[in-house]
């Protein structure tokens, strides 16, 4: 198997929430691969567009939301009949409620959610959560013997009930979640914040999933949950082989968790590379000052901690060329306000978009 | 010992932690005194009309008398004589003819006493539907052929009014059942439909709720009912009203459905589901209308005593159930007249009965909303 074999490509992908106010461009021009078995994070600030990426990998950008442009293309591998045939399917162009979707939705991409407190729903217990997406999506082989010769006719057929709460029992422990045998009939108000985000992972990992979006899933939890709920995703990450796309606003949890970073502002990817160089060699002005805004433990200083300065540009009206360039330190007057950037390849395997890397 | 009773203790407060949602609101139901109350009006008027009704009455619904408009016999247990006794009993009627108004009249004779017996063999009936029976809960003597007890006396055709009374809560109180039943198919379904997929088909089902609820209740109620043919059979009447109750009752509960689907499909739970890979028609069945399910039942539980109201409203008015069928509506149209209220009142003995029921049914219905309203103070 190859390392970097592609999972899911993104490719220039623009989406546009038609409003009455006008339209706001919530990923504009969006490209980036996830490879099987990688993580990759996605940084940015609040309203950049990250969690509208993720939604529209699954084809499920919310109203009044469109994919206008691009395509998001799922390198899906075909387990049935043991040779590695990889069929690619541009999700963008599938019908929203269809089945090929509602199939790769859940059950080979899960997807865990910011507010754990209000992502289970309420009248449900945490195993009938897990059943359910069991019972849509995990499928059982049957065996049959033949009388004349012995012949294994491979069917599949949908677990039961029964078989279901097992699975769901087991996921929990896997989780961490304690006594699972007693949790799995508890209702989501019964559990707390972590128990619940244990539970959201249980669910979207129950069907094996190739890949796991994770949109901002430690936010509403406290720091020592935070840690443990990362551990969790880590070793599973480990056992199963999936890739997980990391939406954040926190560096510090993404510096731990991804290998690659693609920084996003107002729709826009500036800055991709791996989380060292990222870290270490930012490029992008705006990569630079969202790093410098981070508080250092323990280092005292009279200083006050640096911010970026001025606001998050209006969505209705961007300002013309690199839409950065009103809160820019390193604002070119003539070039920054005119030009738009593309990508420039800074160093290998260091994308920016900036016009500091480019001759204009 | 106290070592012992520890873990006990635990199990115990563990066990009240993982109440779920419905023990809660059974917990908290009960506590309301005025809910219960309400709770046991409305299962003894089902469990009395509607499913025992042969049970409870002394006589059958159409077995007439020749006491014809015969006033009240009550149980007395003291004799002329100032005898007590254990068992009681009514004092039989003497005919009497009013020269003054040529009407007959009964009086008190207090020289003839039926005792009433309790479980006593009377007029064979199959209770419900099924069984051959011929226990009443209460009667006169089976072997004396001139005994006989009116409680509320008889109507028009020698009917004892009492048993007509129980028969007709039978036929009431299932098409407020069955009215609320069709009622809740169509405003659910209509009311989650419009506010989970919205657009077109929103803006037609809403225009149409609107539509019917332009024009005033009573009048529809009575246009549409003047639609049933009279010569079809009594049943069809009987099932034609219901639909008729239904459809003019579904707007309401379709709007709370779409206002209440609309708050909850902007829930994450929805989007999350969503992305396990369920359906639109499985979000909207397993995930939102569940979620509504606690306000539904509320709605749905204050909705049937209008029901029950409307019924005898119309057959107050004579364009409900006609007879051969007794409900309460069919008896109230027997004292829509004057005369009825002059010479025998006690043919207004059902409106108690119906008062009783819409109170025991509204109480359970406010006690229920308290009970499910998760946001309730107490």
Redesign the interface.
Known sequence: MNENELLVEVKDLKVQFDVRDGIVRAVDGATFEIRRGHTLGIIGESGCGKSVTAKAIMQMVPKPGKIVGGEVLYHRRLKSNGSDVTEIINVTKLDPDGALIRQIRGGEIGMIFQEPMSSLTPVYTAGSHIGEAVGLHRLIPIRKVGTQMVETIRAQRHVTKEEAREIAVDMLRRVGMPKPEERVDSYPHQLSGGQRQRVMIAIALSCEPVMLIADEPTTALDVSIEAQILDIMRELQDTVDMAIMFITHNLAVIAEMAEEICVMYMGKIVERADVVKVFFKPQHPYTRELLKSIPHVGKKSRERLASIKGMVPDPFNLPSGCVFHPRCPDYMPGKCDRIAPGWTEVEEGHWASCLLYEDV | MAVNELPETTERAEKR??Q??WALVWWRFKRSRAAIGGAVIVFLSYFMGALFAEFFSPYLVNQQSDYVEARPQWPHFVDQEGNFHLRPFVYGLEEEIDLELFKRTYAVDTSRQYPIYFFVRGEPYKSLGLIPMDIHLFGTDPNDPEAHVFVFGTDGLGRDVFSRIIYGARLSLVLGLVGQALTLIFGVTLGAISGYYGGGVDMLIQRATEFLQAFPREPILMALAAIIPPTWNPMWIYFGLTIILAFVYWGGLARQVRGLVLSIRE???V??????????RRLLF??LI??T?SHIIVIATTMVPGMIQSEAFLGFLGLGLRPPLTSWGVLMNEVSNVRAIRFHPWLLFPVPFILISLLGFNMLGDGLRDAMDPYGAR
């Open positions: 932690i993982s779920s949602y829930r994450e739970f989007l999350a589901a969503q992305s396990f890979g369920a359906s639109g397993r995930h569940p979620n399910m």
